[in-house]
């Protein structure tokens, strides 16, 4: 990766940052080279500059990371470069954020990712900002189902809490998380990539608020605390999909009955865990999708997908091969996720 694809990928990601583009360059060329040495001085410099952890996360951290997983997706680093690269962000927020908290307590705050989210670095990272921002964080990571989560929620003193989503085939996922808190009562605010592109998107699945920036997050639920009634609510599109739901718990039996039964998968050159896997986020892309109403999302995975696969050294065609094994495969009602599919293609 040279220098001037990296500076294209950064410029993309930033905008209006406190931290300048040359020092952002360097914490990714050190990020791709694995040199945590180097990560944690430049983390450290800024922070005896006056950096706050707000800005570090938001200018320095998460854009490095969003940055290394589009090369992942260009197929320009390795699985194991990226993994190198998320845990030596994580020593550095371990190390150089975690001194920035305390001071008085604002308020309790639970956080956690929406259910079945595997990406846990995002809830640490805003979990790292509010404490710095003086509140008391509890962090649910990785994420718990929704029932656990909301006998958890029922007996926490918390009012408020976070709900981060960082793929839009986790919708579902998102919408069951963010209904459980409103059923404990809390007051929900929602962030994430998946939320990022259509913020109305949090909002119609229950959330109270969408922010992007960790800090102004933490200044809009300081505004809530004088008003937490802690009354249960009903969650949101609880009674217009259930047949959604029904197709979500069934995506394992799916996946399965398509690795098994699909004969056109037979072309696919994958090992059978990774085919899962991908089949997989088909499936929960289109019933995500159609949760919604947004064939947009389905399409959009399909286009990832695509290009993926192709800077891989496969066919594109491989995601029509995948879908409609899994298209095939839904259960017997699965209108509206086969009309999510269908608009997708169409598109």
Request: hydrophobic share 50%.
């Amino acid at each position: 990766m040279n220098a001037d694809t990296r500076d294209v990928v950064l410029s993309d990601a930033v905008k209006d940052a406190r931290i300048d583009r040359p020092t952002r360059d360097s914490f990714l060329g050190a990020l791709l080279s694995g040199d945590r040495e180097q990560c944690l001085s430049i983390s450290s410099g800024l922070v005896g500059r006056g950096v706050g952890a707000g800005a570090l996360v938001r200018d320095l951290y998460a854009p490095a990371q969003i940055a290394i997983g589009q090369m992942w997706q260009q197929g320009q680093v390795s699985v194991a470069e990226e993994h190198v690269a998320t845990s030596i962000t994580e020593d550095c927020m371990m190390q150089v954020l975690s001194p920035l908290a305390g001071g008085d307590q604002v308020g309790r705050i639970l956080l956690t990712g929406a259910e079945g989210d595997g990406h846990t670095l995002a809830v640490r990272m805003v979990s790292q900002v509010w404490r710095a921002l003086g509140w008391d964080v509890v962090t649910i990571s990785p994420t718990l189902p929704a029932d656990d989560l909301a006998m958890t929620a029922h007996g926490d003193a918390a009012g408020i809490a976070g709900v981060s989503c960082s793929m839009s085939s986790n919708l579902v996922g998102a919408w069951h998380t963010i209904s459980a808190l409103r059923v404990a009562g809390l007051r929900v605010v929602a962030g994430g990539r998946a939320f990022d592109e259509d913020p109305a998107l949090a909002l119609l699945l229950g959330a109270d608020a969408y922010v992007a920036d960790a800090v102004e997050a933490g200044d809009l639920v300081n505004g809530w605390l004088p008003q937490l009634d802690r009354d249960p609510r009903e969650p949101a599109l609880a009674t217009e999909l259930p047949e959604v739901d029904r197709v979500w718990s069934a995506i394992p039996r799916i996946v399965e009955d398509a690795l098994l039964l699909a004969h056109d998968l037979g072309p696919v050159d994958a090992e059978a865990d990774v085919l899962r896997e991908d089949l997989a986020l088909v499936a929960r892309s289109a019933t995500s999708a159609a949760l919604v109403d947004d064939s947009r999302i389905f399409a959009e995975h399909l286009d990832w997908y695509r290009e993926g696969a192709v800077a891989r050294g496969m066919d594109a065609g491989v995601a029509d091969i995948l879908a409609a094994a899994v298209d095939r495969m839904l259960p017997a009602g699965s209108t509206a996720v086969r009309r999510s599919m269908a608009a997708a293609f169409s598109r």
